[in-house]
């Protein structure tokens, strides 16, 4: 079965046949770390990359396999490679780009792990990143852009100030100096958003998150346009000749660009991060991230409007000074709102509160339903203060741009009956205060 249709059916076909599968229903799981080359002439052709097969899991397994091509299909790419979590999916991608002293572009209010690797650790690979106050300020940007520059890099919605980036005209700037956007598009979910459809070259997703929406599988996916031309002079890793993909003793040497075209990006990241660096995706969470996917628009749907009500109603709180979730307000958001994001800006809200770091401890002690707990994108409802937790290993200059202060509380609103998330708000936030 071949599914080309709207994207609900394709969130439940795309990308398994059960034919080649003992016409199982759902993707069984391949629990195999190796495959059958079945004969010399066939291992040397799969080994070479000149059938499509499978040989090793560290390089590709047959479910993992269908977990990419689903979510290469929802997002509108020509290929993705899944890996075991998103920050591998995040550091793979930005280090594929910029790698052998390239800078990237990137504003600070973004999840703390990418921060901290990108301002405090690539730098050690020779990878440095210039940080730019706001992501749409694109003269800013520009400003930015120099003959190293080799990727901008941005959340499509940022966490927790759920900040939208204007995608777009940022696509057109990077491309008018040969480079491209790459963006983390965890927060709203290919449902919510699909960055390739407004310019972008590259997404990066945590799967634990809504992707899979069950809290229980880590996981990430790099997915690729396709799009952009990465023999355009700046990138000298995709024209140099590579073993791996060229035959030596016939005397035929390749590069990624020359071999692989449209696919060349996908293709550097299977075949020299995975392999070599070998963050790969099991084939159990692949199974897992598979199954949550089935319900994305019906869980993402429930759980944005459940979120736009609670949004509502705490900001008619005292002690409740602001609430962060775009496109509620008359703020300069809305238009980013309804361009990219009419369905909603996804599933996690912050608001500030007001007295000292005491009362949002008391707050957190006295939520009942709300779990504390960092994650985002559950069937659960989560509460978190992201400057104690999330976003700790984050410097002062970034939290303050990504709008986290010691008053900040971080909601995820999961499936639970929007009235008792309430009452549970309405009493711990009346609990922080007493005494
Ligand atoms: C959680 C998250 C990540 C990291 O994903 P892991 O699966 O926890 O490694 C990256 N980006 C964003 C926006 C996230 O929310």
Known sequence: MVVQNGFETRLVHAGYDGREAADAATPPIYASA???ME????????AGGNVVGFSYSRVANPTVAVLEQRLASLEGGVGAVAVASGMAAVSFAL?????????IISPGNLYGASVDAMSSFFPHFGVHTDFVHDINDLHAVESLIGDDTRAIFAESVANPSTDVTDIEPLARLAHSHGIPLIIDNTVPTPYLLRPIEFGADVVVHSTTKGITGHGNAIGGVIIDAGRFDWANGRFPQFTAREQVISDDRGN???????????????????IKYLRTFGAVESPFNAYLHLVGLETLTQRVRQEVESATVIARHLRTLPHVVRVNYSGLSDDDQKNLVAKYLPEGVGTILSFLVDGDYANVRRIIDATRLFTYIPNIGDARSLIVDPARITHREV????????????NLIRLSIGL???VDLIADLDQAIAAGYEG
């Open 95 to 103: 280090l594929c780009a910029a790698e052998g002293g390239g800078r």
């Open 34 to 36: 190796a495959f059958d």
């Open 416 to 418: 639970e009956d929007p």
């Open 395 to 406: 410097p002062a200059r970034f939290r303050r741009d990504a709008g986290v202060s010691d």
């Open 252 to 270: 035929e040497w390749h590069s990624f660009a020359d071999r692989f075209g449209a696919e060349a990006f996908i293709r550097r990241i299977r």
């Open 39 to 46: 004969s010399a002439e066939r291992g040397d052709a799969v």
